[in-house]
């Protein structure tokens, strides 16, 4: 009798572990194409290491459209999705008009295809791809566990809940806690602004009245430069770090202590004293930084996923089956 309440007792602890944080845990698994596809992650490299050394510039992009795909409904390859007649998708969504990187996905689709057709899922190149582009960039390599499976909607609807450059911590913070997100997830993650560009018009704005936004106030010397490279209505672009555009670096944070930080969103991480704390951690220490980006990559990739016979394994990046 006593064996039996105990039994259902454990019953009961397993899905209520399961469903912990109201989330059905996500069955994805470190080396999951090691039996169905042994090369897929190699081709994924290979595909990331020869693109960028034609551009570097495109695994910033490539980590970009992994955070993205994640934050607006899972990590489903919904952001590589074309429009269609009746559709726009998230990748037409006005706040995605500067992803790029579309083209190297498509290419690594089609050399999967070739070797294990209908096996690797485009929302685990993605995850590949952006972990190749943090190693690519000199970041330290980090496993990514696969097996997620391609939705078949995509909205740009949807993309409204990214965030934006000049939302505050509160709003921030917010945002990525509806999507199962901490603060300190937004705050490591945000590190990835270690790399890459920016357009004018994500900053400009600020830049001819640096005092405006009451946060920490940019360094009038940085500010005088960026003026320069974005004068009233151009459409230039700067790079997010001056000092080591493509280099996955614990700079970002350092920046922002020197007061170089560029958008709203990042300046605003040094606008509470616990925050800051993790900024200062964070600026001087790269190990550190990098094990945690590392984590939190990890949990972003978990966010929502399909797994099992959810989805399905895209022929084309580009459309549902
Ligand atoms: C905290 C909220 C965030 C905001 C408000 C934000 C906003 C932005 C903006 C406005 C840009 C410039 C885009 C352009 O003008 O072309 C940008 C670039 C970028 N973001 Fe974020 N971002 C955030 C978080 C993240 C996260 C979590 C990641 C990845 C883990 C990420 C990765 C990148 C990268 C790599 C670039 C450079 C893209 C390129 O060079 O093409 N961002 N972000
Ligand atoms: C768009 O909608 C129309 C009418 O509902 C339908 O006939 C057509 O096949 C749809 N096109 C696509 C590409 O889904
Ligand atoms: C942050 O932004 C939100 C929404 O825009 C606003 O309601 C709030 O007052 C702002 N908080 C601070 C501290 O500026
Ligand atoms: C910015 O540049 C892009 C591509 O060069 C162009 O399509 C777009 O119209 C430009 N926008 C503005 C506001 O000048
Ligand atoms: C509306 C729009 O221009 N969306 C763009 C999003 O990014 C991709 C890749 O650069 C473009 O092809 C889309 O046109």
């Not at 990187?101 to 791809?129: Q, Y």
């Not at 390599?141 to 909205?155: C, E, I, L, N, T």
């Not at 357009?199 to 500010?223: I, N, P, Q, S, T």
């Amino acid at each position: 009798m006593g064996f039996q309440i105990e039994k259902i007792w454990m019953a009961i602890m397993v899905v209520a572990i399961c469903l912990s944080n109201g989330r059905v845990e996500a069955h994805l698994e470190v080396g999951f194409y090691s039996g169905s596809c042994p090369t897929a992650e190699l081709i994924v490299r290979e595909e990331v290491e020869k693109a960028l050394t034609e551009d570097q510039g495109l695994g910033a992009d490539l980590l970009r459209m992994f955070f993205h795909d994640c934050f607006t409904n899972g990590c489903d390859a919904s952001i590589l999705l074309d429009s269609t007649e009746n559709n726009t998708a998230e990748k037409d969504a006005k706040v995605n008009l500067t992803l790029e990187g579309f083209e190297i996905i498509d290419h690594m689709k089609e050399r999967l295809e070739a070797v294990c057709k209908g096996v690797v899922s485009c929302a685990d190149i993605l995850a590949f791809a952006a972990r190749d582009s943090v190693v690519h960039y000199g970041g330290v390599h980090f496993k990514v566990a696969g097996g997620r499976r391609d939705g078949r909607v995509s909205s740009s609807a949807d993309a409204s809940i990214l965030p934006s450059s000049d939302h505050n911590l509160s709003h921030l913070t917010k945002l990525f806690i509806s999507r199962g997100l901490s603060q300190s997830d937004m705050i490591i993650l945000s590190g990835a602004h270690t790399v890459g560009i920016a357009h004018c018009d994500a900053f400009a704005e600020r830049l001819y009245d640096v005092h405006a936004d009451g946060y920490e106030a940019m360094d009038e010397k940085y500010a005088a430069h960026l003026r320069q490279q974005c004068p009233p209505g151009s459409n230039n672009t700067v790079v997010l770090n001056p000092h080591s555009p493509y280099v996955f670096d614990n700079r970002y944070y350092k920046n922002l202590l020197s007061r170089h930080g560029l958008l709203v969103s990042d300046r605003t991480l040094l606008s509470t004293h616990g925050t800051m704390t993790q900024v200062k951690r964070y600026a001087s220490n790269y190990k550190r930084f990098q094990r945690k980006f590392a984590d939190a990559m990890f949990k972003l990739g978990e966010m929502d996923v399909l797994t099992g016979a959810d989805g399905e394994i895209r022929a084309n990046c580009r459309a549902i089956n």
